[in-house]
Each structure stands twice: as structure tokens, then as C-alpha cells.
């Protein structure tokens, strides 16, 4: 088995990269912004489309965006008028989906300290989306409607590699499938073209790890649960 300092760097990027859920106030430069996109930018895409665009907020920008949606969001007459685009999860859960989402859900809302019955709570936890959870970098990401499902299997390439690196230079990240569900506000606040779709959300900077909630890692199947070699 060959192991050597560039495969072991490039496991520990990988291995290492977790959903982070609150921030240190510290800004990231723009040059590793730049950096790790360009990195992520040699992702593969069927006969080099690159079906991804990336909208980066911070400062101002960034604030104005998570007010908008924070204001839907807080008021359940607004937040209902809200849906997404498109499916990100299955219509129909089943098992051992099911399981596995209720499981991440109940281990974070546990390490905060709210129970089941505590709706206002884990109300203001899932906000905290919005506010891409303290990170002082942003990322939107859209695509072109017109892109069929092989570019968006492109894009979770992409995603993976904007995490890897991220990891790669001592900053983390959070991917948000809840900004889709407000597209709607990011597209006027982003000045977004009608023919582009919302993604997703990142949130990008350095782990506050004086948190609690940063101290979830969630379990991972065993190989033998999903790998079948054929011979």
C-alpha cells in the first residue's frame, strides 16, 4: 500500500472536512478565496462545461442578503410563500434515510440542548443558516437552468472540491441546501439573471471550535454496507 506526505495531505483534507456551524470572527484573505476556487475549478464536467457559477458576499453585502431572507424566515406567513426549486431531498422518505436524518438532526439539536418540544429553538438553530452560521465569506451558487442532471452531478464535484481545498489551507466550510428554498430573495438581492438556478449556500472561514455544536462529527457506513466488489 503506497502512502507518501502528498497522500496523506490529500486524505487529511478529505477525512477531515466537517459541516461547521459556527465561526471565528477572523476574514478570510481574498487571495485564498481566489485560491481555492481556481483549485476547485479543475473539477470534471462532461465535455468541459463547468456548468458552475459562484457568488461570493462578505462585509455589507453579505449582511443585507442573510436581513432578507431573516425577515421571511422569522415570520411563518412569509416563510410559507417560500418553497424551493427544485427536490433536493426525496418526496418520500424511506428507510435507512430516514434514519440517518433524523439521527444528524437529533445528535445536533442534543449538544445544544433543545428538545423535541422546544420548536422555538430549533426554529432560531436552523436560522442561523441565513447568517451562513458566522462565517465572514458566503458562497451562492447557481447554475443554468438549461443544464440537464449530468451537470449537476458536475457541480457536487465541484462543491467537494471547494471543500477539499478549503480544508487544505486551514479554513472550513458549511454546504446550505437551506438558502433554496428562499432563491426567490437571493435572486433580487444578487441581481441573479432569470435563467440561473440556486444550488445551494456555503459558508466559508475558521472553525470556532470553542462551540459545541462543532464538535459533531457525524458517523459514516462501514465499507462493506455500500462497496461490492465483482469478480
Partial sequence: MISNPAQQAVDAAITSRRSIRAYLDMPVAREDIEAILRVAARAPSGTNTQPWKVHVLQGERKRRLSSAILAAHNDPELARQHTEEYAYYPREWVSPYIERRRKVGWDLYALLGLTRDNKA??????????????????????????????SWLDYGMFLQSVMVAARGRGLDTCPQAAFTQYHRIIREQLALPENETVVCGMALGVADLSKIENSLITERMALEEFVKFVE
Fill in 121 to 150: 429553538g430549533m426554529a432560531a438553530q436552523h436560522g442561523r443558516n441565513y447568517e451562513f452560521f458566522g462565517a465572514p465569506v458566503g458562497l451562492i451558487f447557481t447554475i443554468d437552468r438549461v443544464m440537464e442532471q449530468g
